[in-house]
């Protein structure tokens, strides 16, 4: 069964220390994976796409990357306005267009 | 460009009562996902549409219900309203396979 667990379910980070959200993924065939990120009650914002294993995407503070079972979101030098529910979703290929999404990742960054 | 659009932004029903939440997706998107989101939880799939036809529903009851209209904007229907429906729900949109999806604002809708 295809499935997306996401590490840790919160995390709490002081300003400017980094560190890392994972993402596993089992799926047959990956065609898209998708990181967001959500505040509360409201939805969610793009942030990135990746589509093969090793590559990476950069915004700001933030870099995405892939491997054939997982995604990394480093966060490097955190800002309080970073704090947010990041979410990952991920396409298998086929015809099933459906997404599969993870529960998210708390990040609460403290000043 | 205009982003997805929800509407209402907030809406009250009392218990058995229906809801219609509606939802218009970025000009050229022809799929349209609805998905419910209860307070402090992840996001659950409620109904995927494209090109007018449902393509395929999360696990939720038969009165949970939709459609898409022929300018690819949707509407969600729930009927016979329970407490648990309150939620923040969302619409997202997308264009072709593999791209990426474009959420709305989302509708808070409470049952009282």
């Known amino acids: 069964e295809d499935q997306v667990t996401q590490s840790p379910e919160a995390l709490r980070l002081q300003e400017g220390e980094s560190s890392s959200l994972n993402c596993s993924y089992t799926?047959?065939?990956?065609?898209?994976l998708f990181w967001y990120r959500q505040d509360p009650g409201k939805g969610p914002e793009f942030l990135f796409t990746?589509?093969?294993?090793?590559e990476e995407k950069e915004k700001e503070r933030l870099k995405a990357t892939l491997t054939k079972k997982e995604s990394f979101l480093h966060i490097t030098a955190p800002k309080p306005e970073d704090s947010a529910t990041y979410l990952c979703?991920?396409?298998?290929?086929?015809?099933?267009?459906?997404?599969?999404w993870g529960l998210g990742t708390s990040l609460a960054v403290n000043p | 460009e205009a982003g997805v659009t929800q509407s209402p932004t907030h809406l009250i029903k009392t218990r058995g009562q229906q809801a219609t939440l509606r939802c218009s997706p970025i000009?050229?998107?022809?799929?349209v996902y609805w998905y419910q989101q209860a307070l402090g939880l992840g996001l659950q799939f409620l109904l995927w549409?494209?090109?007018?036809?449902?393509?395929n529903r999360g696990n939720f009851p038969p009165r949970f219900s939709g459609r898409q209209f022929p300018n690819y904007s949707s509407e969600l229907n729930v009927n016979a309203l329970e407490l648990e429906d309150s939620a923040l729900y969302l619409c997202?949109?997308?264009?072709?396979?593999?791209?990426?999806?474009?959420f709305g604002q989302g509708t808070r809708l409470t049952v009282v």
């Open positions: 549409y494209d090109e007018g036809e449902e393509r």
């Open positions: 799926v047959s065939g990956l065609r898209g």
């Open positions: 000009s050229g998107h022809t799929s």
């Open positions: 979703a991920v396409q298998a290929a086929g015809n099933n267009r459906k997404l599969i």
């Open positions: 997202a949109s997308r264009g072709s396979t593999g791209s990426q999806a474009f």
């Open positions: 990746l589509y093969s294993a090793g």
